[in-house]
């Protein structure tokens, strides 16, 4: 069979044109790091790819959902913290108001403390995480959860604690309801009141 000098030249001049092709492909992926451009280039790494670029994005989602558990119980923490110092400084001012040697005077200043420690327990119980979000009022993040009445305070949040997803199978909570903090106070033993 006899080849022409014209097919020889056809056929050299198609494959540097390959290779042309197949350099400026190379090119490309040493520009833009990646081995697959396209997913035609190969649909099975491709795919992988995707699984994993999707798998880190929710790991990153993870990350920001741990942080955000940090920081809003961190702020829960502190506020019961300082409702613990509140608590103990209206105990001491109870126990002083106790003392027969005061005037009636000096017992109306204990009991303007005693409204101001109110008042800072009121704050500390609509306290927000930051984000606007109240810490207490349970899945109701957006209202208040407790209001003055007459009586005392009303809870207005509702009975569910928030939980935020920090694993594929672990949700933490980041709050509790304000009731079972601030409303099961003990009177007596094995008694609580609301």
Known sequence: MRISTNTIYESGGARISDLQ?????????????????????????????????????????????????????????????????????????????????????????????????????????????GTDAYLFSGFSSTIAPYTKTQGGAQYNGDQGPRFLQVDTSRQIPISDIGSAIFGNIRTSAGQFNV
């Open 21 to 129: 092709v197949s350099l400026n492909r190379t090119q490309q992926q040493i520009a833009s790091g990646r081995r697959i451009l396209n997913p035609s280039d190969d649909p099975i790494g491709s795919a992988r790819a995707l699984v994993i670029s999707q798998t880190d994005a929710v790991n990153d989602q993870y990350a920001v959902n741990r942080k955000n558990a940090t920081n809003t119980l961190s702020i829960a923490e502190d506020t019961l913290s300082n409702v613990t110092t509140v608590l103990h400084n209206v105990k001491t001012l109870v126990v002083s108001a106790g003392n027969g040697t005061l005037t009636d005077q000096e017992r109306g200043y204990i009991a303007n403390e005693l409204q101001g420690s109110l008042d800072q327990l009121f704050g500390f119980a609509n306290a927000t995480d």
